[in-house]
Each structure stands twice: as C-alpha cells, then as structure tokens.
C-alpha cells in the first residue's frame, strides 16, 4: 500500500492506493502530523504514483480548481469494506457533478426507507470520500446534515458550493422575509 500527499487549491489531500485502486483518501483540513499518523496505521508506505493513480491525483487537483469531474470509473479497493456501505457506496458513485441526494432517497433504493440511519453511519465511514461522492447526500429537507471529514459540514457546504449547490443560510443564521 502507498501513499502520498499533494496541495490543491482546496488545501492538502492524501491519497493511499494499492495495486487494485485507489484504497483511501483524506480530505484538507487535518494536521500534516495528524495525516502522517494516520498513513502510518495503515501501513501506507510513501511512493510515486503509477499511470492510473496519478491520473486520479490530477483529476483531484481539477476538480478543487472548480472543474467538473466524473470519479466514478476510478479503480477503487474497497478490501474490508463491509457489503451494505458497498451497495451505499454504488449509488453514491451515480450522483453527479452538482445533484444531491438524501439519506432517505439511497435508503428507498436500498430497499426500505428505514435504513437511512444505517445508510448516514456508511457515508460517516466513507474510506474514499470525494471519489465516492458522500459530500452530495442531504438531511431531509435539503439540509447539510453531517459529514466526518475535517471541518464537519462546512467542508461539505465548500465542496457543494464548487459544485453549483447552494444549501442557503448556514445553520444557526436567521433569515427574515418580509
């Protein structure tokens, strides 16, 4: 398994792959240390990326550039990753540039709307966020609802507002119509 780590204009992002794909990435916002730690656990060695992989870094750099990008033929290795955030995660990877979902909506696709709670705990473990576009599924009612990477859902609103989506006032800000 390697690594490496690289500056876009959306701030460092760390990528971890291995020979069957892209294993993990982690979004800006953490300590340098913090990500090196992290790399470490997972036995992540640094390296130079092949061909495929270094396609996907370019891609990453475009895409927090503002341009619009299709990660969903990216090779992914989803090793580990338990069966129903797989079938989560192929529906994610159906989301495009600038269309959100809800929890709710992949929970009926899944099959019962009842899932939904099951369906936030798979986005909140998302290995490959970004790739798997977790950051395009909603709360109910169009609202941010969370998002694990670091700077929780403010990071979710800066990837959406790339995007073209507008979530409207930031939680806890009133808006007065008159």
């Known amino acids: 398994m390697h690594s490496t780590t690289f500056a876009t204009a959306l701030g460092e992002f760390a990528l971890v792959w291995t020979d069957r794909g892209i294993r993990r990435v982690f979004l800006p916002g953490g300590e340098p ?31 927090a550039d503002g341009q619009q990008i299709d990660f969903s033929a990216t090779r992914l290795d989803l090793e580990g990753v338990p069966d129903f955030h797989r ?21 009926r696709q ?5 899932l939904s709670r099951a369906v936030g705990q798979a ?7 970004l790739i798997i576009p977790c950051h395009r599924v909603l709360a109910a009612g169009g609202k941010a609802g969370g998002f694990s990477a670091p700077g929780g859902t403010s ?3 800066t990837m959406l507002a790339l995007e073209g989506v ?13």
Request: proline fraction near 8%.
């Open 123 to 129: 986005m909140g473990a998302n290995p490959i966020p």
């Open 155 to 157: 990071t979710k609103r």
């Open 33 to 63: 240390a913090e990500v090196q730690e992290r790399l470490a656990k997972l036995g992540a060695e640094p390296g130079t990326p092949d061909r495929a992989t270094a396609a996907v870094l370019d891609q990453i750099e475009d895409y």
């Open 87 to 107: 079938q989560c995660y192929a529906i994610l990877l159906t989301i495009g540039w600038g269309a959100t979902s809800t929890y709710g909506d992949i929970a």
């Open 166 to 178: 507008s979530l409207g006032a930031p939680p806890g800000q009133m808006q007065f119509v008159f």
């Open 110 to 114: 899944l099959g019962d709307v009842g």
